[in-house]
């Protein structure tokens, strides 16, 4: 396990991704923990932030009337990289614990936890030796659902409230193992951000990228020899290559996870799933919704995996409340972008 404290630097005034000036939130320390854990015979990439990460604050077990922990678990889209969500939820746990500050409440601890996609973060020389787990095996969309219901069993805290988001296929994934843990957490809430539940193939980006994924998916060759020559480049080349693309005030850690991609297994994962989606995720499936009282979703303007319509249609068939659609520009992809509004707006979610 490496741990780190991550702080902003003391020098400036302000903090450079916001522009706003320095208070109480942006200079709660916030540790972060990365860990390879087997999950069920297959490493995994697992990330922990909070303001403590001691082994009682990490322990499985519930631990009664003293337990303050809120567990937050981010499943993430695709790709499925654990660093994208860094900033989001370093800034998330900052305006959670500026809020309860602010309102007077007994000191929690808030945890976040996000996994990584089997096989969309390269495994480690030392991990490569596992007969269960190949560096160049392909995971469809049933694998990595089942991956996050194993990690959930395995490795969540049943700490005193638990919720859990789901951004975009990753909202799809959440549904679908929501039946199977909704009784083992005091689950408060399941989120859905930008969902890519149904008719993936009818969105405008869906439509433009069937071809491409399906060409490459029946010619494993191709996807093989594109990829290749990226695996070829040195790391610290393709950090710059990407920073170059990036706005300066992108974080490291959104640096390193978009390298990361560049690897020719992980493509060819990311490719693999994105098919997979694009077979599966087709006519909204009723059962996903099947407990009502948990579900939340939160839809884009202009969202070009989970078209407003979809939106439109889903706030129909729930209680007024738990569909919230987006009146700003914030992206499906808002990691990248938006990750200081998304972790403001999520707010609303977390009681």
Not at 89 to 101: M, T
Request: glycine share 6%.
């Amino acid at each position: 396990m490496s741990i780190s404290k991550e702080s902003d630097n003391d020098s400036l005034p302000f903090d450079r991704m916001t522009g706003r000036v320095r208070g109480s939130v942006n200079m709660i320390d916030i540790e972060k923990s990365v860990e390879w854990v087997e999950v069920s015979g297959r490493w995994s990439r697992m990330s922990i932030m909070g303001t403590s990460l001691t082994p009682e604050i990490l322990s499985i077990e519930n631990q009664g009337e003293k337990d303050e922990r809120i567990i937050i678990f981010m499943i993430p889209g695709n790709p499925g990289n654990d660093g994208f969500y860094t900033d989001f939820g370093r800034r998330l746990i900052r305006n959670l614990i500026a809020r309860e500050e602010r309102l007077g409440h007994r000191r929690v601890q808030f945890l976040f936890y996000t996994l990584s996609h089997l096989n969309h973060v390269l495994l480690p020389a030392a991990l490569r030796c596992s007969d269960s787990h190949k560096v160049n095996e392909r995971f469809n969309l049933g694998d990595q659902i089942q991956h996050k219901l194993d990690f959930v069993k395995e490795y969540l805290p049943r700490g005193n409230r638990v919720y859990m988001f789901g951004h975009g296929a990753g909202a799809y994934m959440l549904l679908s193992i929501l039946p199977y843990i909704k009784d083992d957490f005091n689950l408060r809430k399941a989120v859905c951000l930008f969902p890519t539940i149904e008719r993936m193939t009818e969105s405008p980006h869906g439509i433009r990228l069937r071809k491409v994924v399906s060409t490459l998916r029946q010619n494993d060759w191709l996807a093989r020899t594109l990829s290749f020559w990226v695996d070829l480049m040195p790391e610290s080349l393709k950090r710059r290559i990407i920073s170059m693309k990036l706005s300066s005030d992108q974080s490291p850690e959104l640096v390193d996870s978009l390298s990361e991609l560049l690897h020719m297994n992980v493509f060819r994962n990311i490719v693999h799933l994105c098919n997979d989606e694009l077979d599966k995720i087709g006519t909204l499936d009723e059962t996903l919704l099947f407990h009502k009282n948990l579900i939340y979703f939160y839809y884009g303007a202009n969202d070009g995996w989970c078209p407003i319509e979809q939106g439109q249609q889903m706030s129909e068939r729930l209680t007024r409340g738990h569909v919230v659609i987006d009146k700003g520009h914030v992206e499906h992809s808002f990691v990248f972008r938006d990750a200081a509004t998304m972790a403001e707006k999520v707010l609303q979610f977390i009681v």
